[in-house]
């Protein structure tokens, strides 16, 4: 009876052996937060970003991106649902289609038949064309195809072909990026040199403004 008397003495006096290792680890994850970059409360964040955002000069920093970024992110939250001025959908989707056919037809008269050929391999008598609209984008071609495709989607109001053109420029990205390949074995440094300073698809506004004064 002693013995068992001075057991549980000892057991109600001893701490029990778990209750360190609980507090251990109810502790570590709040240490873990509260150092260094691993607090990743809102207030945190904030206050990271808002001196991120005064580092550098002004105007220099590339806040036209950002701005224009905010703007469109800001026109998809709250366009409305239905189009407000349908008018300019209509003239704009009239206008990318008019400039889809001109750019095609011109792509093809400076191509020339005997380079014309739907696949991205060129043809083996293939002569590279860097003058005419091939002076305003590497592909104008496709550029018609895409113009065209937007244009009919905006005549139309409609989402689905808007949605099909945009897979239509990716699927449209990667065929070029197989065709350029090509067409760097096949010419070498001619076209890598041609390719450094023409775009791929969108002509730049003072190489469409050069372009046209040239037609006059």
């Not at 251990?24 to 808002?50: H, K, N, T, W, Y």
Request: with cysteine.
């Amino acid at each position: 009876m002693i013995g068992t008397s001075l057991l549980l003495s000892a057991a109600l006096v001893s701490p029990p052996l778990t209750r360190p290792i609980a507090q251990r680890d109810i502790r570590a994850p709040v240490v873990l937060m509260s150092d260094g970059d691993g607090d990743l409360s809102v207030e945190r964040i904030a206050a990271r970003v808002s001196a991120n955002m005064n580092e550098g000069e002004l105007s220099k920093r590339g806040e036209g991106w950002f701005i224009g970024q905010a703007c469109l992110l800001l026109g998809v939250l709250f366009a409305p649902p239905e189009p407000v001025a349908p008018v300019v959908e209509t003239v704009a989707g009239v206008a990318a289609i008019g400039s889809g056919v001109a750019l095609g037809a011109a792509a093809v008269r400076d191509l020339g038949l005997p380079n014309l050929t739907p696949w991205p391999k060129p043809v083996e008598r293939n002569e590279l064309k860097t003058e005419g609209v091939y002076s305003l984008c590497r592909h104008p071609m496709y550029a018609a195809l895409l113009a065209g495709c937007f244009g009919l989607g905006l005549l139309s109001l409609s989402f689905e072909r808007l949605l099909l053109t945009t897979a239509l420029f990716a699927l449209l990205s990667l065929k070029a990026g197989r065709e350029e390949a090509l067409l760097g074995e096949k010419h070498g440094e001619q076209y890598r040199a041609y390719a450094a300073y023409v775009p791929q698809f969108f002509p730049t506004v003072s190489a469409l403004r050069a372009y046209l004064l040239d037609q006059k």
